[in-house]
């Protein structure tokens, strides 16, 4: 078993930064991929950015690359996602998400934060 807290989000202009961090409990953090989603009202949840258990790998939707960076940190069971050049069309709950299956979490995997919402203002 694996819980995930969010925490970072808030209201940000357009073209400010944000660093969300997802904090893990639970054992085998390190053997887990991890990634980030987000879902914006009315629409269904997407996908924003994996890494894998490793840190080797790493993965973004098309929408944020080049402006978003994943990165991990196992020693403190922490997964982050620093966010730059913000657009008011990433408004969005943000969900960390935990795969022990996968090379990167997907809509199914088994374990999710509660959300941490992100507004930008334009």
């Known amino acids: 078993q694996v819980q995930l807290v969010e925490s970072g989000g808030g209201l940000v202009q357009a073209g400010g930064s944000l660093r969300l961090s997802c904090v893990a409990s639970?054992?085998?953090?390190?053997?887990?991929?991890m990634g980030w989603f987000r879902q914006a009202p009315g629409k269904e949840r997407e996908f924003v950015a994996g890494?894998?258990?490793?840190?080797?790998?790493?993965y973004y939707a098309d929408s944020v690359k080049g402006r978003f960076t994943i990165s991990r940190d196992n020693a403190k069971n922490t997964v982050y996602l620093q966010m730059n050049s913000l657009k008011p069309d990433d408004t969005a709950v943000y969900y960390c998400?935990?795969?022990?299956?996968?090379?990167?979490?997907?809509?199914?995997?088994?374990?999710w934060g509660q959300g941490t919402q992100v507004t930008v203002s334009s």
């Open positions: 890494i894998s258990w490793s840190a080797g790998s790493t």
């Open positions: 639970g054992r085998s953090f390190s053997s887990y991929a």
């Open positions: 998400a935990a795969d022990g299956r996968r090379m990167i979490p997907t809509t199914r995997s088994d374990y």
